[in-house]
C-alpha cells in the first residue's frame, strides 16, 4: 500500500515589507501609522517601537475570509499579528519566552523550558523539572514531578497526599489519614 502526502494547503499568497511610522520628524503622534513601502525590500528596525517600526504583511489567499498577518520587527521581539478569526491570532517572539494567544487561550514557553498556559481564569504550569501546578481564584493544586505528592489548597483547607499518608489541614486542627 503506497501512502501519497496530501499537497500543501495554500494559505499565504504575498509578502510586503512596510515601514510603519507611528510619529511625525517633530515627535508628534500621527492619527494613524503612515506606512512606507519599502523598495528594495530593506528597512532598519528603529530603537523606539513607538517612533517606528518595520512590518512585513503577509496576504491570506482566502479570498472569502482572508486573514492576513502583520509581522512587526522591534528590537527586544517580533510580534505575529493575525486578523480576527479562528486559531492563533498573536504570537510574540522574544529572547528568552515565546507567548501565543489562540481561541481565547495564552501559552507562554520560557527559556527554562517551563510552559504556562491562562484559559477563563485557571492558570497551569508545568515547571522545567515537570512540576504541575494549577490555579484558579479558589483553589491550587501542585503535583511533584515523580508524582509522589499531590497538594490542593483552598481557603478552608490544605490536604497534602505523599506516598504514606494523607494529612488535611483545616481552621479546625490537621487531621492524619494513614495510607
Keep these: ?17 512596510i515601514v510603519a511610522f507611528h510619529k511625525d520628524r517633530d515627535g508628534k ?12 525590500g530593506r528597512a532598519g528596525i528603529h530603537h523606539d517601537p513607538d517612533q517606528q517600526e518595520a512590518v512585513l504583511v503577509i496576504s491570506s489567499s482566502d479570498a472569502d475570509n482572508p486573514r492576513n498577518v502583520d509581522v512587526s520587527f522591534r528590537q527586544d521581539r517580533i510580534d505575529l499579528i ?22 481565547g487561550h495564552s501559552i507562554r514557553i520560557l ?13 497551569t504550569h508545568i515547571d522545567p523539572d515537570l512540576g504541575v501546578l494549577v490555579a484558579s481564584e479558589d483553589v491550587q493544586i501542585s503535583i511533584s514531578m515523580d508524582g509522589e505528592l499531590i497538594e490542593r489548597r483552598t481557603p478552608e483547607s490544605i490536604v497534602r497526599l505523599d506516598r504514606d499518608d494523607c ?3 483545616s481552621r479546625r486542627g490537621t487531621r492524619w489519614h494513614p495510607m
Design 29 to 40: 503622534p500621527h492619527l494613524s501609522s503612515r506606512r512606507w513601502f519599502a523598495r528594495d
Design 1 to 17: 500500500m503506497k501512502i501519497r502526502d496530501k499537497p500543501a494547503r495554500s494559505v499565504w499568497k504575498a509578502v510586503r515589507l
Design 111 to 123: 527559556a527554562d523550558g517551563s510552559v504556562a498556559h491562562l484559559h477563563d481564569g485557571v492558570v
Design 167 to 169: 494529612v488535611q489541614t
Design 82 to 103: 493575525r486578523d480576527d478569526g479562528p486559531g492563533w491570532d498573536r504570537i510574540i517572539i522574544e529572547d528568552g519566552r515565546v507567548s501565543v494567544r489562540m481561541n
